[in-house]
């Protein structure tokens, strides 16, 4: 198996002013594309530090990925210290000056001096040119190690490495032919370690497949993926591992198509022509805010009542007094009037409402923090639902009263058709 | 000057599963702390790979913090890669097998056998306690090179660091008599090379002090810090270069006491007695998030109307459906009249409003993607503005949005005093 190391290269890494969040992203891939990721490194801009920690490394590894150094300016180094950790000289590429230039024009400026610099790569290394910014990469051999050279913004070397560092990993271990496909199916609601419970097992129905987990909280995504020769077959086996997955996870699964749960209950309501009003109290206009992340979300999406005090919820929902003198304001009728509010407000096909305790005072005995209630208001009526969670985070609960919001209203719909 | 490595292991940050945030936390204080941090790594939870990347770093550093692997599975294995290393057996600590008995004792739970475990470090190590979680961490010397093991749980992790390894590391280096003073300057609105100029000059002024800054999105902070023997004059120093700071940022500054704008405004607000209402078009429930997200918001925080449709402005906000005939949602008067509304309706002091185009659709040659006009409505009247911003991206455009909306109410409040 190809062992291989990750370096991410700069002061700013160094010194802990940048989390490097490169490295994650490529040790994943190489991990789902086979090769094994034995370390990862981290040094500063700085010559010798970098000369010495390319020597070890093509002394242990197969191949190495590193990011960073690339730049214009006098403290990127990696080039200057592949070439001398290589004994060679740096040489011009004449297709990545080019490129350089072409970048630059195509914004109307010119290329300064210190751009230049960015084309000359050491003697025998191969180019692997940018299409998305001004440092081109390269790859070269240290010993039996294979380096990559890539940019460190993420934009630039995430193209770089998918399009060109990969393919070329793929050749060198002999899997040039396979494809790498990968499926998420994302849920919420199940701890973490009951999606892992349920998962159990899938190994034996579909050996090629591999699975991981990851909590993005508030969700938990499942990650299939599968290395396959034939693409069209590789799907069919990929596609039959998920419908396995959301058998043992429903109703927890909100998409199969790594959508957000805002996106998801967007494309239903979209799916259906309806309309979407919000009324929040707890949720201070979080829910809002997420279904407004989606491009297009005007086509469904008509308003939220942010209502944090009960003026604002008798004056603009018509809440009744009454119910808010004798009930409170965190309670199922509440939520039940501020959801039908809001649909009539706004004349939308649905009404969503939230009314809830997120902490960290405000809290009861009979209503303690992580008391949420959430009101549905549609055509055919209106219900409400009360939860308790235990969390004491007040933006974790903002982000769970959200989340099971959004699910209630996900739910309704998808059970109707 | 001290050199330091840093060691995060597990094989969830290897495999890329996880992005270690860790390291970048310990390289800031330490550099902070006037200790050299030179290199970064990460390994998995494998035996092997441990004692050998032990035994490296101990020929290299004077001091190396690892994180990870105290935990009581199997593949927590930082306890015995270290004894191994240092060619000792572990040995039982008393009271971290008191503590952790201790811990579950609290939560009405009974230890496992598997958490006994938990209390063995190598023989020679000290003890690190852990007041918040199961894991102790030890501290111990392989060859000239004193190794500190913590938990890879951020929050025990960064507890255990500041209050037992940094004294212990400042001892170390002759510096336990110094006060570590830091401030943070929050900015909006300045790119970061702008900042870096006018900041230029600040270690004339101020030779002790160390100056760095960081792009956290849409805001700009400068860190000032100090190390000083005497912690009164050290914040007299820290102070005057705050305000030095200060006076060449102006006024872009929101904070200088590490307070988000949104709770800067809340902040203002609650000084006044004043209370505040939004109208969001384009920032889609963003501004009230934010605002919400700080505890104790409902002090000043009414209601805000998320008006994505234009009916829901003129029935809610009496925005004049003639204004937006004529003048489109997107438009001064408009913003001007969604501030009024929002005003009126929640009986707020103030009164603030977004409408622009986010993205990626919507413009046009006349109002392209990041247009956006803010309203204000106030006891003495009503103002709107109109700025132009070329980002490409939604997300980015509704946080630039939702800070320059806030930004305006800032200065309005502030100009005023």
Redesign the interface.
């Known amino acids: 198996m190809m062992r291989a190391e990750i370096l ?1 290269t700069g002061d700013e ?9 490169n ?9 789902q594309s086979g090769i094994e ?8 801009d700085d010559l010798v ?1 970098l000369v010495a ?1 390319f020597r070890e490394i093509s002394a242990r590894a197969d191949a190495v990925v590193v990011t960073g150094g690339l730049g214009p300016t006098p403290d990127d180094l990696s080039a200057t210290a592949a070439a001398q950790a290589a004994g060679v000289e740096l040489a011009l590429d004449q297709r990545a000056l080019e490129d350089i230039g072409a970048f630059f024009n195509r914004r109307g400026r010119s290329m300064s001096e210190s751009n230049r610099k960015q084309a000359y790569i050491p003697k025998g290394a191969v180019c692997l040119y940018n299409a998305h910014g001004t440092a081109p990469g390269f790859e070269m051999k240290l010993g039996q190690c294979t380096f990559f050279f890539l940019p460190g913004v993420p934009f630039e070397m995430k193209v770089m490495f998918e399009t060109q560092v990969l393919p070329r990993l793929r050749t060198l271990i002999g899997t040039e032919n396979q494809f790498r496909l990968a499926r998420v199916v994302s849920t919420f609601g199940l701890p973490e370690s009951v999606v892992g419970e349920r998962m159990a097992g899938i190994e034996t129905c579909f050996p090629d497949v591999k699975v ?1 987990w ?1 909590a993005k909280f508030p969700e938990i995504q499942v990650k299939l993926y599968l290395n396959a020769r034939d693409q069209a077959q590789g799907k069919k086996i990929l596609g039959d591992a998920v419908l396995w997955a959301v058998q043992r996870l429903q109703p927890n699964v909100f998409s199969t198509q790594e959508r957000t749960l805002s996106a998801e209950v967007g494309e239903l309501l979209k799916q259906r022509g309806a309309t979407l ?2 009324a ?1 109290s707890c ?7 997420w ?3 989606t ?4 086509d469904y ?9 009960n ?2 919820k008798v ?2 929902l018509g809440v009744s007094e009454e119910t808010l003198a004798k009930q409170g304001a965190v309670d199922e009728e509440t939520a039940r009037q501020m959801a039908q509010g809001a649909r009539r ?3 939308a096909t649905y009404g969503l409402a939230t009314t809830g305790i ?4 405000g809290g009861s005995a009979e209503k303690p923090v992580g008391t949420i209630c959430i009101g549905l208001a549609t055509p055919e009526g209106s219900k409400s639902l009360r939860f308790a969670l235990s969390f004491g985070q ?2 974790m609960n ?1 982000q769970l009263f959200a989340m099971m919001a959004l699910d209630f209203l996900r739910r309704y719909l998808t059970e109707k058709v």
Chains 1, 2 share one sequence.
């Open positions: 991410a890494i160094r010194t802990g002013a940048l989390v490097d969040s490295s994650a992203y490529i040790a994943e891939l190489l991990e990721v034995t370390r990862h490194h981290a040094v500063g530090a920690i991981g990851r009003a919000l929040e949720t201070g206009g979080l829910v809002s805010n279904i407004t992340n491009a297009g979300s005007s999406f008509l308003f939220s009542a942010v209502v944090y005090s003026e604002s004056r603009v407000v706004a004349g997120a902490g960290p005072g007040r933006q903002k």
